[in-house]
């Protein structure tokens, strides 16, 4: 009697088999393995941030103060991500962390930042983390309600290939309706940034 196994089919089609579970096995190897940006995998993936950064060339010239209230400067290529506006009172964060971008000097700056606290029921301040590069700046305490100027020293080993990448980190924002997502989040409006020379006075 003939087996399965001696008929000229069967090795193609055990080949075939095999090709098929090595291909789906490879598929779950990349699932687990995803070869995709950091920023990507930290926002689709691991779900570890609410800012999706997008390509910009944060062109800036030193020492400008950039108004982001409505009517103010053209600010697009600032803002990487986490921001929606502007309205006429500056541009409000989005999230749980939002950027900005600037091409800068090697050298220390200050960094100005003019923040306003959002009206929402929630913390009575809102806590802003402010890093560049990974380097830590500072961190500003925003009242609801009150805009408010804060100055952070940035040196010159955070601004990375020209530019200095700012992160504001906000653990404190707060959601506008029941299940809400968290990159809807509010918490802080800007109203201005401006870096300048850290010897400026």
């Not at 990507?40 to 941030?49: E, G, S």
Request: proline share 8%; charged share 15%.
């Amino acid at each position: 009697m003939l087996r399965w196994s001696d008929s000229p089919w069967a090795m193609p089609i055990y080949g075939l088999a095999a090709t098929i579970a090595l291909g789906e096995l490879a598929v779950v190897w990349l699932m687990l393995h995803p070869n995709v940006p950091p920023d990507y995998q930290a926002y689709y993936i691991d779900k570890t941030t609410t800012c999706f950064a997008q390509p910009v060339s944060g062109a800036y010239t030193l020492g400008t103060q950039i108004d982001f209230r409505s009517g103010g400067s053209n600010t697009r290529e600032l803002l990487p991500c986490g921001w929606e506006g502007p309205t006429g009172d500056g541009m409000h964060a989005l999230g749980e962390s939002a950027r900005l971008a600037f091409a800068a000097p090697g050298e220390d700056l200050t960094l100005t930042l003019e923040l306003t606290g959002v009206t929402l029921p929630g913390p009575r301040q809102q806590t802003v983390a402010v890093s560049a590069n990974g380097v830590n700046l500072g961190t500003a305490m925003v009242t609801p309600g009150k805009t408010s100027r804060f100055t952070f020293p940035l040196p010159a080993r955070a601004i990375v290939n020209g530019r200095a990448d700012i992160l504001l980190d906000l653990p404190n924002a707060v959601t506008t309706s029941p299940g809400q997502s968290n990159v809807r989040k509010r918490s802080i409006k800007l109203v201005m940034a401006s870096l300048t020379p850290a010897n400026f006075r």
